[in-house]
T-cell receptor
Framework: DVKVTQSSRYLVKRTGEKVFLECVQD?????MFWYRQDPGLGLRLIYF???????EKGDIPEGYSVSREKKERFSLILESASTNQTSMYLC?????????????FGSGTQLSVL | GQSLEQPSEVTAVEGAIVQINCTYQ??????LSWYQQHDGGAPTFLSY????GLEETGRFSSFHSRSDSYGYLLLQELQMKDSASYFC??????????FGDGTTLTVKP
């Protein structure tokens, strides 16, 4: 069974802390994504990666960075957490070809920044 | 950039048919997807349309028209368990998958 695992379900951090959110997939997918989800705003793309050590900005990259040192792992980093980064963070990986793309999501990390 | 429009809420009764529309604006379009998300859960894949036309998977069907930048998700024989949020998403040639704000479907007995 395919699996995308996020390291924490709930996380509480203080303003100014450096925060690491980890995501691991076991499907050998090349594409991985980080989204945040806020009520009424759907899923907004922060960063994505289509290969090891490759990264591309999504729609809201400000305040975030990412790391992809191994194919199966994609990390989201909040350099200095702020209260407006309180949100549900969803990691996904995907298989894609010219006829199909299917994103597999992790269970999410609810981050609260106090 | 990309933008997607879908209704925020839809209500229907058990056994009925409901259609959730999605219009989009994007460059480098590759495909239109639909995802379902139950409260407290992760989004799960429903369908992907790379070409025009209708794709059917059981009670769910998805339609896409590239010339109209439009698609819809059709849910038939509605069941209570179909109450959830439904998201359309556009995949571009840059590798991005951008999601709409979601449609909350409430199925009533």
């Amino acid at each position: 069974d395919v699996k995308v695992t996020q390291s924490s379900r709930y996380l509480v951090k203080r303003t100014g802390e450096k925060v690491f959110l980890e995501c691991v997939q076991d499907m050998d997918h090349e594409n991985m994504f980080w989204y945040r989800q806020d009520p009424g705003l759907g899923l907004r793309l922060i960063y994505f990666s289509y290969d090891v050590k490759m990264k591309e900005k999504g729609d809201i990259p400000e305040g975030y960075s990412v790391s992809r040192e191994k194919k199966e792992r994609f990390s989201l980093i909040l350099e200095s957490a702020s209260t407006n980064q309180t949100s549900m963070y969803l990691c996904a990986s995907s298989f894609w070809d010219s006829t199909n793309e299917k994103l597999f999501f992790g269970s999410g990390t609810q981050l609260s920044v106090l | 950039g990309q933008s997607l429009e879908q209704p925020s809420e839809v209500t229907a009764v058990e056994g009925a048919i409901v259609q959730i529309n999605c219009t989009y604006q994007t460059s480098g379009f590759y495909g239109l997807s639909w995802y379902q998300q139950h409260d407290g859960g992760a989004p799960t894949f429903l369908s992907y349309n790379a070409l025009d036309g209708l794709e059917e998977t059981g009670r769910f069907s998805s339609f896409h028209s590239r010339s109209d930048s439009y698609g819809y998700l059709l849910l038939q024989e509605l069941q209570m368990k179909d109450s959830a949020s439904y998201f359309c998403a556009v995949r571009t040639n840059a590798g991005k998958s951008t999601f709409g704000d979601g449609t909350t479907l409430t199925v009533k007995p």
